[in-house]
């Protein structure tokens, strides 16, 4: 059974920075892609960033590039999201995702989500 366990959400000003982790287990994943969305109060999940397990080429939504850095550990089956210059309008519930191939369509595996709150 595959899981996906989100970690370093929590409280941070508006500026600060967070360290988002995503720790894979149940398989390792060496190729397909990760990703990270989120998903703030009333509104709808939207999609942050992604990355390929293999190779490292990363996507980022417009409204974070150039703050956020989504890496990976293929080691340690695990993906991270460095989140910098934090604004208020980044508070919501981070999910990482996962699925085995590159292809356009929808993620197979989803964490449960780690809250990032930022204030002003």
């Known amino acids: 059974q595959v899981q996906l366990v989100e970690s370093g959400g929590g409280l941070v000003q508006a500026g600060g920075s967070l360290r988002l982790s995503c720790a894979a287990s149940g398989r390792t994943f060496s190729s397909g892609i990760m990703g990270w969305f989120r998903q703030a109060p009333g509104q709808e999940r939207e999609f942050v960033a992604r990355?390929?397990?293999?190779?490292?080429?990363?996507y980022y939504a417009d409204s974070v590039k150039g703050r956020f850095t989504i890496s990976r550990d293929n080691a340690k089956n695990t993906g991270y999201l460095q989140m910098n210059s934090l604004k208020p309008e980044d508070t919501a519930v981070y999910y990482c995702a996962a699925k085995d191939n590159t292809y356009p369509g929808p993620y197979t595996y989803w964490g449960q989500g780690t809250q990032v709150t930022v204030s002003s």
């Open positions: 990355i390929t397990w293999s190779g490292g080429t990363t």
